[in-house]
């Protein structure tokens, strides 16, 4: 048997690498010597950067830049060789994702994505050709505004003054940008984005009410937020020509898609499509006897791009039947067998808490792991048992044969 495992990391518990890793071991508890081969996937979330720069064989660098809240926190960026040209990869989740705002901050009003900016501004020195941003797992909904900041926008409010905004409560105060002020190296750099593509800055579904309370915002709050990222796709629509509102991807990391296309002439893609430019797995999936991937969580936002579905997306191109491995199985999760997942189960064995769940998860991994290939294991036994009586019962029958030919 061949297996190919393809896997998201579990957030806040393993990394791409790290699942993969633990789920071939399950399968060799069984059979030790099936093909197998783990290509760790990212989504632009967390463990983007680890993940490309070790398949590209490229390298980190260490950071200090401005966190979500304000502060200054350690941070980093990749670089590797593609082509002949030098790629900076940013992990926008390392900058200013919800794990950098503490428990008792979060309120996505008061986060900016400033270190974002900054980021960028970091990479451009080192001389690169093309930057490739993964927005995902944000603590942010900003509209990109502090990145923005961060590169050279200037912003006044109704009296002419030069104002500085932190997060998306003050968005509102902003009547005047200034974009002359830019880093002119950005528009000579390529800038490729991986987004969530159905991620919309406005609208009923719109960024601040899908995601605004996941990240701790009231009711209130999100109708706030909503009306503030609607002004500022006005401004850039009346300062740029661009209506950014309902376009897709637009809504990614708090509105930070839409800020890149307007402040830095960014080009969005779908995250996968992005990825997959880099890291390719058609060869592998089309080579394997089965095909298994894993998230933290599959519910009915699977089948919108997230890594599972998309996996299953192409092995269906193959014929590949898929199992996909789960930290927690959510809302209308059987969606997902209309997506090419052929089967999925969680890991978790029994009840627990979210800290026994993460700390446990490697393990917990490799015993669905092995407990699926022994499942397997007993079908192809069977199969194979019953191969075997059909053909003693041709050869019997044809034995009759030549026995009353004779």
């Not at 002004?231 to 708090?254: F, N, P, W, Y």
């Not at 893609?269 to 592998?284: K, S, T």
């Not at 394997?288 to 191109?317: F, M, Y």
């Not at 089967?343 to 808490?353: G, L, N, R, T």
Request: hydrophobic letters at 40%.
């Amino acid at each position: 048997m061949k297996y190919t495992i393809i896997p998201s990391g579990f957030k806040e518990s393993l990394s791409a690498e790290e699942v993969g890793y633990a789920i071939e071991k399950g399968i060799r508890n069984v059979e030790p010597k099936h093909d197998i081969q783990v290509i760790p996937m990212v989504d632009g979330g967390e463990g983007f950067v680890e993940t490309m720069i070790k398949v590209k064989k490229g390298y980190k660098i260490e950071t200090r830049v401005t966190g979500p809240v304000g502060e200054t926190i350690h941070s980093f960026f990749g670089i590797f060789k593609e082509k002949g040209r030098t790629i900076a990869v940013i992990e926008m989740a390392a900058i200013a994702g919800l794990r950098h705002v503490p428990m008792d901050l979060r309120n996505p009003l008061y986060t900016t994505t400033y270190g974002v900016g900054e980021t960028m501004i970091k990479a451009l020195d080192y001389g690169v050709d093309r930057i490739l941003i993964g927005c995902g797992d944000s603590g942010t909904s900003d509209g990109g505004i502090g990145m923005a900041q961060a590169i050279g926008v200037k912003l006044f409010d109704q009296n002419g003054q030069l104002i500085h905004i932190q997060g998306g409560a003050d968005i509102h105060k902003i009547t005047e940008m200034d974009l002359s002020g830019v880093d002119s190296r950005l528009f000579r750099t390529q800038i490729d984005v991986a987004v969530n593509w159905t991620n919309l800055l406005c609208g009923d579904r719109g960024v601040a009410r899908i995601f605004g309370p996941q990240k701790g915002a009231s009711p209130k709050e999100v109708e706030d937020l909503s009306r503030n990222l609607e002004h500022l796709a006005m401004l850039i629509e009346r300062q740029t020509g661009k209506d950014l509102r309902m376009v897709e991807g637009s809504g990614a990391s708090g509105g930070l898609g839409a800020g890149l296309i307007a402040f830095a002439q960014a080009t969005l893609h779908p995250r996968f499509d992005i990825i997959m430019d880099y890291i390719d797995v058609n060869e592998a999936i089309a080579q394997s006897d089965i095909v298994i991937t894993a998230e933290g969580c599959i519910d009915d936002q699977t089948p919108n791009g997230k890594i599972p579905s998309e996996v299953a997306r192409i092995a269906k191109l193959y014929d590949k039947p898929v199992i996909a491995f789960a930290g927690t199985i959510g809302k209308n999760a059987k969606i997902n067998y209309q997506s090419g997942i052929d089967a999925f189960s969680s890991i978790i064995p029994c009840p627990s808490s979210l800290e026994n769940a993460i700390e446990d998860a490697e393990k917990w991994l490799e015993g669905s792991a092995e407990s699926a290939i022994r499942y397997i294991s007993i079908g192809m036994s069977v199969v194979q048992t019953m191969q075997n009586d059909l053909e003693a019962e041709a050869y019997d029958e044809k034995k009759v044969d030549i026995n009353d030919a004779s």
